[in-house]
């Protein structure tokens, strides 16, 4: 039984070179002019247009996803728990992020920072 020898066939694919570029590979594409499909296709996009804010100073409120957020997008609790934009806004400081760097100590019975 012989085995395959991975090098030999390398060997092989190498000393073949590339096949040459058919003609056809370079009807439809040309480096300095683009195709009639593109040129339609920006014509008939809609530019955007910036939205401009009444006063620059004030930021937009953004909510605190420190978390991370799900794949769909909804935030996620300091437990992992994934919730509703909705229910976001209705839980606790406590139920969004949790001891926030503070332990519990048994001794003191009381939550403390780490220094």
Known sequence: MKLFDARAELAKIEKQGHPPASSASFASFS???PPK???EAKEATP???????DDPAQKP??????????VCGWPKTWTGKIVSLDEWRTLSAWDKHGPDGRHWNGITRKWEELA
């Open 37 to 39: 499909e593109a040129e």
């Open 31 to 33: 480096p300095h002019t």
């Open 61 to 70: 409120e953004t909510p605190d996803f420190r978390h991370g957020k799900s």
């Open 47 to 53: 530019r955007r247009e910036i939205q401009k804010t």
